[in-house]
């Protein structure tokens, strides 16, 4: 049983930084990528940054200069810096991880259960 388990929201005031942290745990092969996504209440989940394995990151226009995703050094957990943040911001975030239960398979998604940021003052 894969699991993500996102942890580092709350609330913070506009210009503020937050680190958010996801953990994959469990039986799994490799993970191919993995990220962040946000969801603001009405609007679609959108993707805000994503970190392919061994490969360069990329981030939505809204976060560019502002936002770093990075994965510690087994690859498992994946880190989000949010710098100069915005009331545009808020919104609960997701993980994402994209990866292989075995070497036979192609990657599935998988979902952490979200956590919210809120950026107010």
């Known amino acids: 049983q894969v699991q993500l388990?996102?942890?580092?929201?709350?609330?913070?005031q506009p210009g503020g930084s937050l680190r958010l942290s996801c953990a994959a745990s469990g039986s799994f092969f490799s993970i191919n990528a993995m990220g962040w996504?946000?969801?603001?209440p009405g609007k679609q989940r959108e993707l805000v940054a994503v970190l392919p394995g061994g490969g360069s990151p990329t981030y939505s226009d809204s976060?560019?200069?502002r936002f770093?995703?990075?994965r510690d050094n087994a690859?498992?957990?994946?880190?989000?810096?949010?710098n100069s943040l915005k009331s545009e911001d808020t919104a609960v975030y997701y993980c994402n991880a994209n990866l292989r239960r075995s070497s036979y398979e192609a990657g599935y998604d998988y979902w952490g259960q979200g956590t919210q940021v809120t950026v107010s003052s």
């Open 5 to 12: 388990v996102e942890s580092g929201g709350g609330l913070v």
């Open 37 to 40: 996504y946000r969801q603001a």
């Open 63 to 65: 976060v560019k200069g």
């Open 68 to 70: 770093t995703i990075s």
């Open 75 to 82: 690859k498992t957990t994946v880190y989000l810096q949010m």
